[in-house]
């Protein structure tokens, strides 16, 4: 299995601070994407990094991905408590019998953001 | 375009029941996965649709089944409902494989 695995699972901030969160998988990926879930909802997608990217943002969020270490980061700069929401990372890949595509998802990392 | 939406939002059933769950893609997307979200297990991929061809499988027992339509909606169905099946059961939908997955609200399944 190449299950994402974010960590840490828990994560309790002050308004304004930054917030990261890790995510760490076992196989070659071809990209790697991020997800928020406020409770018991659908999940938001937030980001897609693919294998060749290092680094990407969009609006506070800023992801990394380093494919020699099999690990990605999420940053949520200047935090609202409005962010307050699970995230997970999610990777794609082919499976190893070649061509299957098998998405598989972290445990997630719980955000609380105190206004 | 309007999002991926899921019908009912919320199911009780008892065990040794059936259900089957809907979820309509968004407009021009091919590709519809299903997944099972509980606390204890996380997110599991249950299987995915491509133009009406289940092409990815989970490791869930044959009690789960789907399909999909020429529309490219998709249903899911889960026989002789267990304890263990209560979740919240996600469809989301894609252009095709290895792209962004738009989620639907969810289907919360109680199994009493």
């Known amino acids: 299995s190449q299950q994402g695995e974010e960590d840490p699972q828990a994560l309790s901030i002050q308004e304004g601070e930054n917030a990261t969160m890790n995510c760490s998988y076992k196989t070659s990926i071809n990209n790697l994407q991020w997800y928020r879930q406020n409770s018991g909802r659908g999940l938001v997608h937030l980001i897609l990094i693919r294998s060749n990217e290092r680094e990407k943002h969009s609006g506070r969020l800023r992801v990394t991905l380093d494919t020699s270490k099999k690990s990605s980061s999420l940053l949520i700069t200047a935090s609202r408590a409005a962010d307050t929401a699970s995230y997970f990372c999610a990777t794609n890949a082919t499976s190893s019998s070649g061509g299957s595509y098998i998405p598989t998802f972290g445990r997630g990392t719980s955000l609380i953001v105190h206004p | 375009k309007a999002g991926v939406t899921q019908t009912p939002r919320y199911l009780i059933k008892t065990r040794g029941q059936q259900v089957t769950l809907s979820c309509s893609p968004i407009s021009g997307h091919r590709s519809v996965s299903w997944y099972q979200q509980t606390p204890g297990q996380g997110l599991q991929f249950l299987f995915e649709y491509f133009s009406e061809t289940q092409r990815n499988k989970g490791n869930f027992p044959g009690r789960f089944s789907g399909r999909q339509f020429s529309n490219s909606r998709s249903e899911m169905n889960v026989s002789t409902l267990e304890l263990g099946d209560s979740a919240l059961y996600l469809c989301?939908?894609?252009?095709?494989?290895?792209?962004?997955?738009?989620f639907g609200p969810g289907t919360r399944l109680l199994v009493l």
């Open positions: 989301a939908s894609s252009e095709d494989r290895l792209e962004t997955q738009y």
